[in-house]
């Protein structure tokens, strides 16, 4: 990702040669953003084969929480800083206009799509008045430039099911994003033999909501083998 062309270039070869399903990138190469011009063929071309994009967060330690600090402590930078890296990149990719160029385009949010099901409100009626705090830059031209409401657009996002097994997070999720928008994920390998046990616990969480055996096949495999184009879906 630090070449946009080369990046753009392995895809294709990683798709049209290789035979995958998708591409995965991180929230920042670098530091530079998703939304940056020199990635538009990247998402072109995954928009053209109708192969999903996997956002990861992307945060280290070494950035700091604070002004006054050279990095971030007890682990801060990705207990919260994950959640918001993934958020961001987001809302950047929202605003670019990205899916008005490309309506159908699958881009499958880690983490359940960071902190965008629990902010609705903020991310729904707060950023309606997107530019009313902002006097240097005209974000009310932007806003009226898109087709739909910013909210429409985030829920246009996949997310998965990997939030620790948390149910209350689970069932957040899944009334933002909707069934068919929701995929799962656990975080595997990550099920220490002391401690919080992800995937057995992930799993436990989907069983036990009040969905239905149709949603929770969807979950579980259906969704994916549509967004993955398996198995002639």
């Known amino acids: 990702m630090g070449d946009p062309d080369e990046a753009a270039a392995e895809a294709q070869r990683a798709i ?30 995954l928009a053209e084969r109708g192969l999903p994009i996997w956002l990861h967060p992307a945060r280290g330690a070494d950035f700091a929480d604070y002004a006054t600090e050279d990095k971030s402590r007890y682990e801060i930078w990705w ?3 994950w959640p918001y890296e993934t958020s961001a990149a987001m809302a950047r990719l929202v605003f670019s206009g ?6 159908d385009i699958k881009i499958i949010a880690h983490h359940m799509g960071g902190m965008i ?10 950023w309606d008045q997107l530019g009313t ?17 910013p909210i429409d657009y985030f829920r246009q996002f996949i997310a998965d099911t990997a939030v ?21 994920a656990s975080d595997s390998p990550f099920d220490p033999e002391k401690g919080p046990m992800y ?4 799993i436990r969480v989907i069983d036990s909501l009040d969905i239905g055996d149709v ?14 184009k398996l198995n002639g879906s």
């Not at 399903?21 to 998402?43: E, M, T």
């Open 133 to 149: 705090r902002t006097s240097d830059e005209d974000y009310g031209a932007l806003l009226r430039s898109l087709k739909k409401r």
């Open 164 to 184: 620790f097994g948390s149910k209350p997070a689970t069932e957040c999720g899944l009334a933002f994003f909707g069934v068919d928008n929701v995929v799962f």
């Open 199 to 202: 995937i057995r616990e992930t």
């Open 79 to 81: 207990t919260f800083g």
């Open 98 to 103: 990205l899916f008005d160029r490309h309506p």
């Open 16 to 45: 049209d040669d290789l035979g995958a399903r998708g591409v995965q990138v991180f929230s920042n190469a670098a530091g530079r953003p998703l939304d940056d011009p020199g990635y538009v063929p990247l998402f072109d071309l």
């Open 215 to 228: 949603a929770r096949d969807r979950i579980y495999r259906r969704n994916a083998q549509r967004l993955l």
């Open 117 to 126: 099901p629990y902010f609705e409100g903020r991310v729904g009626p707060g």
